[in-house]
């Protein structure tokens, strides 16, 4: 495994830990999106179906730990901090984005024999645009939370980081994989947008 996934994998897991740890210190989940991260969760509870299979220890751990740090998001969304959770603003339509996810997983799927291909498919081309709900969110508002920009920002170091891991793996290892690496541009694409959304969209203002 190189440097570059690892580097991603742990980027990622800090994100996540990041949003939390800021919940729960402000006691609050304003301009959080519970809708992005509803549709992480089903990302990878589609994606981690070898959980209990998996290969190695590293991959078994990071598989748990980011469906129990996401459900744990969920709960503190839609239960403990529900009052300060403003689902006035949350108003992504997810079906726009999980309907042509689903179709594109059936067809884009290498073994079309395989439910989990198909699964993992699927949660490839959800996680693409699972980001689209809270980046509405900030569109909405017209500002970016400190709790947001602390997540979303190692979000698109993961997200950049693989994709130096798909090059280092086709230098190497002649691995190839056109929809990973196509969904994961399309992905990076939404981030270098929220970085430049003060540029780009006239009011928006990101608090640090």
Not at 6 to 12: N, Q, T
Not at 162 to 174: G, L, P, S, V
Not at 181 to 187: A, E, P, R
Request: with cysteine.
């Amino acid at each position: 495994m190189n440097v570059f996934r690892i580097i991603a994998d742990y980027s990622h897991v800090l994100a996540i830990i990041g949003l939390l740890v800021n919940i729960v210190r402000t006691k609050s989940c304003e301009g959080v999106s519970g809708k992005t991260q509803a549709l992480y969760l089903v990302v990878f509870v589609t994606r981690y179906t070898d959980l209990f299979t998996s290969l190695t220890w590293y991959l078994t751990i990071f598989k748990a730990t980011f469906l129990v740090l996401t459900f744990s998001t969920l709960v503190l969304i839609y239960h403990t901090y529900k009052k300060t959770y403003d689902k006035n603003i949350d108003t992504f339509q997810v079906l726009i984005v999980v309907l042509p996810s689903i179709a594109c997983g059936l067809i884009f799927s290498a073994e079309r024999s395989s439910i989990q291909e198909d699964l993992w498919t699927f949660s490839i081309f959800l996680e693409s645009v699972a980001i689209l709900p809270q980046l509405y969110m900030i569109y909405q508002t017209g500002e970016a939370k400190t709790i947001t920009v602390h997540y979303l920002l190692p979000l698109g170091l993961y997200r950049a980081l693989y994709i130096a891991n798909w090059a280092w793996r086709y230098h190497y290892e002649r691995y190839f994989d056109p929809v990973a690496i196509v969904c994961g541009c399309i992905q990076t694409i939404f981030y270098i947008l929220f970085v430049t959304m003060p540029v780009f969209w006239s009011g928006t203002k990101v608090e640090i």
